[in-house]
Nanobody, 121 residues
Framework: QVHLVESGGGLVQAGGSLRLSCAAS????????MGWFRQAPGKERALAAAISGIGGSTYYADSVKGRFTISRDNAKNTLYLQMNSLKPEDTAVYYC??????????????WGQGTQVTVSS
């Protein structure tokens, strides 16, 4: 079992940056594959980025590749998502999620409450 709490969302102008954080507690953090999902109004929740337990493998959706960077600090039990060159279409609720490995895809078992990111044009 792992408990996840996101922070760092907010309102930013197009072209700006935000850094999301996800604090985890429970089982050893490094045993989990971690992901950032996002859900825009009227759309399904989708995986934006994912990272393996020790950070050696990452995945990015095409829509965020080159602009977003996922990282983790296993000593601090924290997951990050650095978001640069933000666009209005990045507006969504962003969720931190965890699953057993090694695959970065598939079903995620644990979810945070979500944090709102709004990008104004």
């Amino acid at each position: 079992q792992v408990h996840l709490v996101e922070s760092g969302g907010g309102l930013v102008q197009a072209g700006g940056s935000l850094r999301l954080s996800c604090a985890a507690s429970g089982r050893p953090f490094r045993t989990y594959v971690m992901g950032w999902f996002r859900q825009a109004p009227g759309k399904e929740r989708a995986l934006a980025a994912a990272i393996s337990g020790i950070g050696g493998s990452t995945y990015y959706a095409d829509s965020v590749k080159g602009r977003f960077t996922i990282s983790r600090d296993n000593a601090k039990n924290t997951l990050y998502l650095q978001m640069n060159s933000l666009k209005p279409e990045d507006t969504a609720v962003y969720y931190c999620a965890a699953k057993g490995g090694p695959s970065l895809g598939g079903r995620y078992d644990y979810w945070g409450q979500g944090t709102q990111v709004t990008v104004s044009s």
